[in-house]
Nanobody, 122 residues
Framework: QVQLVESGGGLVQAGGSLRLSCVAS????????MGWYRQAPGKQRELVAS???????YYADSVKGRFTISRDNADMTEYLQMNSLKPEDTAVYYC????????????????WGQGTQVTVSS
């Protein structure tokens, strides 16, 4: 079983920065894709950014140029550096891991973290 634990959320003023971290634990061999999603009150959960094990990244248009996703494959950790934060970035941010390999052939499809609150005040 894999467990994803996020940290780094909090309250920040508009224009400020936060860095989120997500650590995957368990008997993990590798993780294909790691990503960050967010869900604001009354809205659907949306993909913010993702990164493959090879380092290929994707960003939602709303965060391009402001957020940077990275990962450390050896430590099974991913990060989301969020700069120039806006009030509309306020949401619960969730870590997600896709294709979690426990050995070379057995994997779980995905797992979610419990979420961390990010609040940006105007």
């Amino acid at each position: 079983q894999v467990q994803l634990v996020e940290s780094g959320g909090g309250l920040v003023q508009a224009g400020g920065s936060l860095r989120l971290s997500c650590v995957a634990s368990g008997s993990i061999f590798s993780i294909s894709v790691m990503g960050w999603y967010r869900q604001a009150p009354g809205k659907q959960r949306e993909l913010v950014a993702s990164i493959t094990s090879g380092g290929r990244t994707y960003y939602a248009d709303s965060v391009k140029g402001r957020f940077t996703i990275s990962r450390d494959n050896a430590d099974m950790t991913e990060y989301l550096q969020m700069n120039s934060l806006k009030p509309e970035d306020t949401a619960v941010y969730y870590c997600r891991a896709n294709k979690i390999y426990y050995n070379s052939s057995y994997y779980a499809l995905y797992a979610w973290g419990q979420g961390t609150q990010v609040t940006v005040s105007s």
